[in-house]
């Protein structure tokens, strides 16, 4: 049917103001069950079908792929999603950004919508409670990123080689008392993982761990480094850049310089502002890229779910 009413039109008939129609094609919260419905059923009944853009938002007509990131503002996130668009852009599919907020009920709800829109495929950024019930049927048509699940295509990041290639840095340049700030176990990557790996190289080495594990906040990394940082420290691994960044602010601010700071991530933030950070690149652009041709191949037929891990390099 040719299409000739507007949003404006749909939002007239259906009593409401037009950010709520977009609202409720975007799928986004802010909108009753009931104001949904009546503004669906105006759409059916006038066989709606809105522009190209919010067309692949509802996955209707064109190849269209969801990327589902935790954080909009992860500075690893983003170098993984810039790397991914263009691959997709090259095979014609059009990419749409949505945000889980670390919730595995954001997650379902995403999924869910994403099925009922009938989208060719996802990428996911995986987190603590995304198992493999919360991923249900996507098994052909979905890649899980810094995590993996079974039977599910991953892309995975080597937290352990990360974190004990900055500790063999550190030890070779004589460090024999470095500290560690990271992230809470409950994440099992960047926190408990990083942490192990500290934990393990100190134990190997016979160096006295001490240790933090506030969370992913620069915030965090600017309040507990008085923690980490004692009268013999002489080194400090973040476990993430953005905590390096937080703890950059904090030895500025007490004009401390014989702490040697370093970090895995590599982020262009980071190098710009403190190229003095020892870091170690997770590979989050060829994550991104390694996904993305996962995705395409899998939507396609020419390839089958399997694991990919990137191996970290020191910068
Ligand atoms: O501060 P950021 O730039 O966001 O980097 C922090 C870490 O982010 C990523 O880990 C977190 O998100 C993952 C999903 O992308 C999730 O699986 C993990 O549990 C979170 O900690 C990234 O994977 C890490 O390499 C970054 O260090």
Known sequence: MENRLTIKDIARLSGVGKSTVSRVLNNESGVSDRTR???????????????????AMRGQSDKVVAIIVTRLDSLSENLAVQ?????????????????????????????????????????????TGV????????????????????????????????????????????????????????DVTTGQRRHDAYQAFCKRHKLTPVAALPGLA?????????????????????????????????LQEQRIDNVQLASVGNTPLTKFLHPEIITVDPGYAEAGHRAAEQLIAQISGKGEPHQIVIPAILS
């Open 131 to 186: 198992t493999e019930a919360v991923l249900g049927d996507w098994h052909s048509t979905l890649v899980l990123m810094a995590r993996d699940a079974n039977g599910f295509a991953s892309v995975c990041y080597d937290d352990t080689g990360a974190i004990t290639q900055l500790m063999q840095r550190l030890f070779e340049l004589g460090h024999r008392h470095i500290s560690f700030l990271g992230v809470p176990p409950a």
């Open 37 to 55: 419905e009546r503004v669906e059923a105006v759409m059916a009944q006038h066989g709606f079908s809105p522009s190209r853009s919010a067309r």
């Open 218 to 250: 620069m915030k965090q990394g600017y309040d507990f480094a008085s923690q980490v940082i004692t009268p013999e420290t002489t080194a400090l691994i973040c476990a993430t850049d953005t905590l390096a960044l937080g703890v950059s602010k904090y």
């Open 83 to 127: 790397t991914m668009l263009p691959a997709f852009y090259e095979q014609g599919y059009d990419p749409i950004m949505m945000e889980s907020q670390f919730s595995p009920e954001k997650v379902v709800e995403h999924l869910a919508m994403l099925k009922r829109r009938n989208i060719d495929g996802v990428i996911l950024f995986g987190f």
